[in-house]
């Protein structure tokens, strides 16, 4: 008797199908790694923007001062939040916004 055993083309065709499903995944899961990164790299930016305003509230100081991460932590944050991507925020004064030079805010 013959046993029955793939034959080349068989197999090629599923290695075929496997390449594209693959080509198909891959791109869409980077773009939401991407997409995830950034979303939490602005809320980080939020936080920071709150921390920063809270704590010229709380001082009394004008707008033009500019604090560094240890007037936040740990009064204001727990932690000093990190970018996904391991840049550094930059805190900017009291009327500019907290920017990551990464992730541009929405």
Same mark, same amino acid.
């Not at 740990?74 to 930059?90: F, G």
């Given at each position: 008797?013959?046993?029955?055993? =793939?034959? &080349?083309? +068989?197999?090629?065709?599923?290695? *075929?199908?496997?390449? *594209? *499903? &693959?080509?198909?995944?891959?791109? $869409? =899961?980077?773009?939401?790694? +991407?997409?995830? $990164? $950034?979303?939490?790299?602005?809320?980080? $930016?939020?936080?920071? +923007? !709150?921390?920063?305003?809270?704590?010229?509230? #709380?001082?009394?100081?004008?707008?033009?001062?500019?604090?560094?991460? !240890?007037?936040?932590?740990?009064?204001?944050?727990?932690?000093?939040?990190?970018? @996904?991507?391991? #840049?550094?925020? #930059?805190?900017?004064?009291?009327?500019? @916004?907290?920017?990551?030079? +990464?992730?541009?805010?929405?």
């Amino acid at each position: 008797m013959r046993k029955r055993a =793939f034959t &080349l083309v +068989e197999i090629m065709i599923v290695i *075929l199908i496997i390449g *594209l *499903l &693959l080509a198909i995944a891959v791109p $869409q =899961f980077i773009k939401s790694r +991407e997409s995830s $990164q $950034q979303k939490a790299c602005w809320s980080n $930016q939020q936080k920071l +923007e !709150a921390a920063k305003h809270m704590w010229m509230m #709380d001082y009394g100081i004008d707008s033009s001062s500019t604090p560094v991460m !240890a007037d936040l932590v740990p009064e204001y944050i727990k932690a000093t939040p990190e970018c @996904p991507t391991h #840049d550094v925020y #930059d805190l900017g004064d009291g009327m500019t @916004p907290v920017v990551c030079p +990464e992730h541009a805010a929405p």
